[in-house]
C-alpha cells in the first residue's frame, strides 16, 4: 500500500491506474484525446493506455506502476515490460513503455532515460516522449520525496558518509567491509547502511560477501555533491590578498608546520585539467583566523579573491598532496568542490572528471 502526496487514502497499485491516467491527460496538449484500454491483468501492464493525436495516429502506452523503485531495479524492470509478449502485437498503433511510480529520484530517472524508458511520478516529474504520433513532454516535479521519512535513508549528508564515500572513490575494489571501517574509523554497521543506500542508487556493486567489487566513482560524486556544499558544509571565510593569487600560493609554501592547509577549488584543478585562469582561491584550514594573519590578508566581503574554509570533516584532507611547496586537496575532493561551486566551476569540474577517467592510475590507489 502507499500514500499519494497530499491524499490521505492508503491504495494498491490496480486502483492507481486512472490517477496516472488523469496525469498523463494533464501533461498532454487538450488536443490529444487519451483511453483506458484495459486496467490490470494478472500477467502484463498494469495498465494499457491509448493515445490518439489530433491527426487520428495513435499510440499505445504500456504502464508499469511501481510502490517505490530504486535506480539499481531499473534494468530489472526494462526485463520484465520487454517479456510482455503479445502485447504490441496486438495494436497497429506505436507501443511505448511508461514507468509510474508516487515519486521518482533524480538517479531513478537518469536510470529511466538511459534505459529509453517514460516516466511519471504524482509529484509532477514527467517525460514522454513519442516518434510517432509525434509527442515530447518533460516536466519538473519534486526534488525530494515528499514521503521520504516512511523509507530507507537517500541523504549523503554527515561526515561518515562523505568519509566512506572518498574511500570508495580514492581506492580501487575490492573493498571489504570491515576494511572500509578502518579506513574511515567507523563502525562496520555503519559501513553497510551506507552501502545499502548506495546499492540501491546502482552506484556500486557488492560481492557476495556484502563488500564492494565495483565502483561508478564519477556519478557517486554527482550523488554526493547533491547533498554536500563547498560553501554549507563547511565555514567560509573571505579575504583580500591585494597582490593576487601568485602572492597567496607562494606564501602558502612559508606558512608555519603547525598551520595546515589544502588548497582546493580552481587551483586545485588547474594543475592537472586547465580550463581557465583562477579567479578565486580556495583553502581548507583548521584556524582561517591564524592562516590569515600569518598571509597577511585582509577580510573582507566585497571585492574578496581568497576563501579560507574551517572544514567540519578531516576527509577534505585525505590524500592530499605537495606540489611545488603547496598542498593540494584529492582529485576527488576537488571535483565535487568545484560541482558545488557558481560560475564555470562546475565546468571545470567535468574538465577534471575527464582527467581522472584518463589517469585513474595516477590518483586512486
Known amino acids: 500500500m502507499l500514500r499519494i502526496m497530499d491524499n490521505t487514502a492508503y491504495i494498491s497499485n490496480a486502483s492507481l491506474a486512472p490517477e496516472v491516467q488523469r496525469r498523463l491527460r494533464e501533461q498532454l496538449p487538450p488536443t490529444w484525446r487519451i483511453e483506458s484500454e484495459r486496467g490490470a491483468t494478472q500477467v ?3 495498465a494499457v493506455l491509448r493515445l490518439e493525436a489530433p491527426d487520428g495516429k495513435c ?9 517505490q523503485l530504486d535506480p539499481v531495479a531499473v534494468p530489472r524492470v526494462l526485463e520484465q515490460m520487454q517479456a510482455w509478449v503479445g502485447w504490441p502485437a496486438e495494436t497497429r498503433a506505436t507501443t511505448t513503455y511508461l514507468v509510474a511510480a508516487p515519486y521518482l529520484s533524480e538517479r531513478t530517472r537518469e536510470r529511466l532515460r538511459d534505459k529509453g524508458l517514460n516516466y511519471l511520478d504524482f509529484t509532477g516529474n514527467t517525460l514522454v516522449s513519442i516518434e510517432d504520433p509525434a509527442v515530447y513532454v518533460r516536466t519538473q516535479g519534486a526534488v525530494k520525496d515528499p514521503n521520504r521519512s516512511a523509507r530507507p535513508t537517500r541523504s549523503f549528508r554527515g561526515v561518515k558518509t562523505a568519509q566512506i564515500v572518498r574511500a570508495l572513490v580514492d581506492r580501487a575494489p575490492p573493498l571489504g567491509v570491515r576494511q572500509i571501517a578502518g579506513l574511515v574509523g567507523t563502525d562496520p554497521g555503519n559501513v553497510s547502511r551506507v552501502l545499502d543506500l548506495l546499492e540501491r542508487e546502482d552506484l556500486i556493486e557488492r560481492s557476495p560477501q556484502g563488500g564492494v567489487q565495483g565502483v561508478n566513482w564519477s556519478e557517486l560524486l554527482r550523488a554526493w555533491s547533491r547533498d554536500y556544499s563547498l560553501m554549507g558544509s563547511n565555514r567560509p571565510l573571505t579575504y583580500l590578498d591585494a597582490r593576487g593569487l601568485g602572492n597567496f600560493v607562494d606564501r602558502l609554501k612559508s ?13 586545485a584543478a588547474g594543475r592537472m585539467a586547465p580550463v581557465a585562469p583562477a579567479r578565486l582561491g580556495v583553502a581548507f584550514v583548521d584556524d582561517a583566523a591564524a592562516v590569515a594573519q600569518a598571509l597577511g590578508l585582509v577580510p ?4 574578496a579573491n581568497i576563501v579560507l574554509l574551517e572544514p567540519k570533516g578531516e576527509f577534505v584532507f585525505d590524500r592530499s598532496k605537495v606540489d611545488a611547496g603547496v598542498r593540494y586537496v584529492a582529485p576527488s575532493q576537488a571535483v565535487v568542490d568545484l560541482l558545488t561551486g557558481s560560475g564555470r566551476n562546475p565546468d571545470e569540474a567535468e574538465e577534471l572528471l ?3 577517467r584518463r589517469n585513474e592510475n595516477a590518483w586512486r590507489a
Do not use: C, N, Q, Y
Open 44 to 46: 502484463g501492464p498494469d
Open 59 to 67: 499510440a499505445t502506452v504500456l504502464v508499469e506502476i511501481k510502490r
Open 255 to 267: 606558512l608555519p608546520s603547525g598551520l595546515r592547509f589544502a588548497v582546493t577549488g580552481s587551483l
Open 300 to 303: 573582507a566581503d566585497a571585492g
Open 354 to 356: 575527464e582527467w581522472m
